[in-house]
């Protein structure tokens, strides 16, 4: 696919800029601002010294996560959720997604009888909130891991396997990576990809919104994600060095 196939002029794996600034909240346990292009969320973690009551006495930890988008993080102006008294299907979907991510980052049998609550809220709607605040919620997990056992508030040692996600699609017949919200809108095919920086698959959500895709075209899809991955890996390697 040449590079002028895309409005912005990048070629069918490469991803928008990515920025992740670690340590935004000087009140959380963990947190950090991703930018996948415009697309901006502000990500942070908590910790509670308690576990869902089906989890007591387990001695096993939890982590869990809500989602939000700001009012004018998107073209128009929405209700918060809040005021509606109620959330709709679509953040309670991808917030269970962003806790099922997050939960396969870590033995949560390290982590005995607390919980770590993420929360992400999208400053910025350009497509892909989803996979970005699944990258950036992980920056601010390892944060906030860190923090933790240097106060001795979590005394095991805990082994935090790298989680990145992606947007991938099928738009204009082409295969490409990290779909902006113009390409999103228009995408025959598109596909979320959570995966360990190892190489193994964590979660795929793909659906046919125009054409559906034959079995050699999703493994082209999933390739395409795994190359772009690597962009987000690199971005989180940054983030948490500083």
Known sequence: MSQKTRADGRNSTATR?????PDVNPYA?????????????H???SIESEVPKWLAGRGEGWITAEYGMLPRSTHTRSSREAATG????????????????????IDLKSIPDVSLKIDCDVICADG???????SGSWVALARAIRKLKAEGKIKNAVQLRQVGAISVGQVAGNLVADLDY???????FDMNV??????????????????ALKLDQFNNLVNIAFT?????????????KE
């Open 17 to 21: 800029e990515i920025l992740i600034r």
């Open 29 to 41: 346990e963990g947190s950090a601002e991703v930018r996948f292009g415009n697309t901006l969320v």
């Open 228 to 240: 772009a991955l690597d962009q987000v890996y690199q971005a989180q390697d940054r983030a948490i």
């Open 182 to 188: 113009l390409e999103d809108s228009q995408a025959e």
């Open 86 to 105: 109620k959330q709709s299907g679509r953040t309670q979907e991808i917030q269970r997604l962003i806790g099922r991510a997050l939960r396969q980052s």
């Open 43 to 45: 990500c942070t973690v």
């Open 128 to 134: 892909g909130t989803r996979t970005a605040a699944i």
């Open 194 to 211: 959570v995966a360990y920086r190892s190489g193994e698959l964590i979660e795929v959500q793909g659906t046919a919104e125009r054409a």
